[in-house]
């Protein structure tokens, strides 16, 4: 399977902070994304969690299902518990033929508050994270027979935020858990994409793509911000236009031999980044580094109503 590009539509609206793009209409995210030459779209605040409702939608922009966000409360539920409250979700991805789900988990997680720095991101004992992953596993496997694989999300604020967590997490889980790559998460948490990228190839079933702006990064960690004010500050940015090297990445994904979807991703003000133009920016980047890594990328033709 060639890798096929997709963007977030946080850069419209953002799930996190509903004033940046809390105007903007669904339609508008959609028709620009098809603009712009995307082929996919994972879901977003806006998106109703309904495949008959949201199927046309994506229909009238010749959209495909990339994948979507869920925030995870396995920490504080039993897997039967996790597992329902999956289902609806699941049944619209596989509806729409999105063969993974974004798994983060969230109730323990600071990165919706403004008043905690990312030094005080939650934390895990070796041994409380042993017993996660196996709860996570368990829970992967019935996601797995259900149809819908995991790609678990290491994000900052939550606690599976650096380089180290992301190795333990994958060695106290088995093979259905799934790892989603984030190149600017794991890089303002510390780590090192490339290392970890080839170190857990086999298990990396979704990418997301976003650049950092070296400055703002500089600020976020000499005045100890949280994620929401860096978001607000704009350390995050679209490949490209940030310091970090997609080139490398991109022989990476290669190396690995890495198949799915590569997303756009960057939680920006739409005021200050104009979500079409910054989209087509990112786009136009990574697919010249994943051109040059020899990969297959399938193109979308740009749209016009």
């Known amino acids: 399977m060639p890798i096929q590009l997709a963007v977030s539509p946080i850069a419209w609206s953002n799930s996190d902070l509903p004033e940046l793009g809390g105007d903007t209409s669904l339609e508008t995210c959609l028709r620009e994304i098809r603009e712009a030459g995307f082929t996919g779209t994972e879901t977003g605040i806006k998106f109703p969690n309904n495949p008959d409702m949201l199927a046309p939608m994506l229909g009238n922009y010749h959209l495909q299902l990339a994948s979507g966000w869920f925030s995870g409360t396995l920490l504080k539920c039993s897997v039967d518990q996790e597992f329902n409250n999956l289902k609806s979700t699941m049944r619209t991805f596989k509806k729409l033929g999105s063969k993974v789900l974004v798994y983060a988990e969230t109730s323990n997680s600071t990165q ?15 041994s409380e994270l ?8 368990k829970l992967a496997d019935r996601m797995s027979t259900f149809g819908v694989s995991m790609a678990y999300h290491h994000h900052l604020a939550t606690m599976i935020e650096t380089e180290r967590d992301i190795d333990l ?21 510390g780590g090192d994409i490339e290392a970890t990228t080839l170190r857990h190839g086999a298990r990396i079933r979704h990418v997301h793509c976003k650049d950092l702006r070296q400055e703002v990064v500089v600020e976020v960690r000499k005045r100890n911000m949280s994620f929401l004010d860096a978001v607000l500050k704009g350390v995050f940015t679209v490949p490209g236009d940030g310091f970090l090297d997609f080139e490398n990445f991109a022989r990476c994904l290669a190396d690995i031999e890495y198949s799915g979807w590569v997303v756009i991703e960057a939680e920006q003000d739409p005021e200050k980044a104009p979500p079409l133009q910054y989209s087509i920016m990112g786009k136009e980047h990574i697919t010249a580094a994943l051109n040059r890594a020899s990969l297959t990328v399938l193109q979308g033709t740009t749209w016009e109503p």
Request: with cysteine; glycine share 12%.
């Open 112 to 126: 919706g508050l403004k008043d905690v720095p990312l030094c005080r991101s939650p934390r895990m004992s070796d």
């Open 130 to 137: 042993k017993q996660y992953g196996h709860k996570l596993t």
């Open 169 to 189: 997490l994958m060695t106290h889980t088995g093979p259905s858990v799934g790892l989603l790559m984030d190149t600017g998460h794991l890089t303002l948490a």
